[in-house]
């Protein structure tokens, strides 16, 4: 398995190991014990999966308190997926990075808890699926402004289609207090 630092501490590409032989492929999509060599929690506690036709753009997504960290993944398709770290005092605070994660290429993808989180949809349809270290809780779910100018994230798709939630969400200037998570806390 490679795996890849990015520009963000923590936040890390993973690519599999893949048995290719003459019936098909065959690779491991989580093992607890070589994910936490890489720092990564070993209890995952929910697994999502969702379907998206081009041009969809779901995020940017936190949850606080109660933060998910999420290992994402795409079966169908092609996206952008993007990582922004919103931690109060980070010394990369407002800081984003980004990958392509494709069914071809098998990158998975790794945020942390604390960092914001989305993707666009650059295929006619991805099927993305991904692992949570902690459960979903409607209440402290958040959405950040996609295009926040601050943030200055290079979607490769300008016009996306956005859910209500996404389309009227707060940039990241904008949050009150005690919305964000605070770093080192
Ligand atoms: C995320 C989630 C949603 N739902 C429900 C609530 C809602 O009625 C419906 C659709 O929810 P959403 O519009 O929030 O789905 P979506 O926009 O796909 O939300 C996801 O976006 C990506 C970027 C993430 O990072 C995820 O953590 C999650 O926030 O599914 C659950 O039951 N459990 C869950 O874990």
């Known amino acids: ?25 065959f690779m491991e999509t989580f093992n607890a014990r070589r994910y936490a060599e890489h720092g990564l929690p070993e209890r995952f506690v929910q697994d999502n999966l969702s379907r998206s036709a081009h041009g969809v753009l779901r995020g940017l997504h936190f949850q606080h308190p109660n933060p998910q960290g999420k ?12 990582a922004v770290d919103i931690r109060q005092g980070s010394p990369t605070f ?17 945020v942390p808890p604390d960092f914001a989180h989305g993707f666009v ?16 809780s409607p209440q402290d779910e958040r959405s950040l402004r996609w295009n926040d100018e601050e943030l200055g994230i290079e979607w490769p798709v300008s016009s996306p289609t956005l859910s209500e939630k996404d389309r009227e969400a707060p940039r990241l200037s904008e949050m009150g207090e005690g919305e964000l998570p605070v770093y080192g806390v």
Do not use: H
């Open 1 to 25: 398995m490679k795996v890849t630092e990015t520009e963000l501490p923590g936040v890390l590409v993973f690519e599999p190991r893949v048995f290719g032989d003459e019936r098909g492929f």
């Open 71 to 82: 290992l994402v993944s795409v079966l169908e398709g092609e996206v952008f997926d993007v």
């Open 94 to 110: 407002g800081r984003w990075t980004g990958v392509t994660l494709s069914a071809e290429n098998k990158k998975q993808f790794y």
């Open 121 to 136: 949809v650059t295929s006619e349809v991805a099927l993305f699926y991904y692992k949570c270290t902690d459960y979903y």
